[in-house]
């Protein structure tokens, strides 16, 4: 793997592809980097600040499975917006399995910036879709 393939990742949509999560999540300084789009399924990089999250959110129609490449944090999970009743401290190698129908947020809570690779099934952000910030997320859809 070289940074070469770090770059051109989003070419790769619906097309056979490898890559090396680890080395491709160090390398992400994007708060959102959709690298690979299929018809059933999607991988994205996260780059969390330090005291930042992903956001609180909801998918109605799509699984997702979320890794911690680096950092701490704490994942909260409830079927009601204002009830999260499901709270875990997750670090590197944790994997969040985040159900259809469920809000969640993934908060940091380390000293450094926290990575994550997500997958979505089905697809949930168009191909190709990059956030360089939190707040370019939530300008595109309107997040809180």
């Known amino acids: ?7 051109t990742a989003k070419e790769n949509n619906n097309n056979q592809y490898v890559m090396n999560a680890d080395r491709m999540s160090m390398q992400n300084a994007d708060f959102r980097n959709t690298i690979w789009t299929g ?10 600040p330090v005291c930042s999250d992903i956001g609180l959110e909801i998918h109605e129609d799509t699984d997702q499975i979320i890794r ?3 950092g701490f944090g704490m994942v909260q999970m409830g079927e009601c917006r204002d009830d ?8 590197r190698g944790d994997i969040i399995f985040v159900p259809s129908g469920m809000w ?8 450094i910036p926290m990575r994550v690779s997500t ?10 879709t990059v956030h360089k910030t939190k707040k370019d997320a ?3 859809y309107n997040e809180d």
């Open 68 to 70: 911690i490449e680096q």
């Open 1 to 7: 793997m070289n940074d070469r393939d770090y770059h």
């Open 39 to 48: 018809c059933y399924s999607q991988m994205t990089l996260m780059c969390i």
């Open 84 to 91: 999260m009743d499901y709270q875990r401290r997750v670090c």
């Open 138 to 140: 939530q300008m595109e």
């Open 119 to 128: 997958v979505y099934a089905p697809p949930h952000h168009p191909a190709g």
């Open 104 to 111: 969640h947020n993934v908060v940091n809570i380390g000293r």
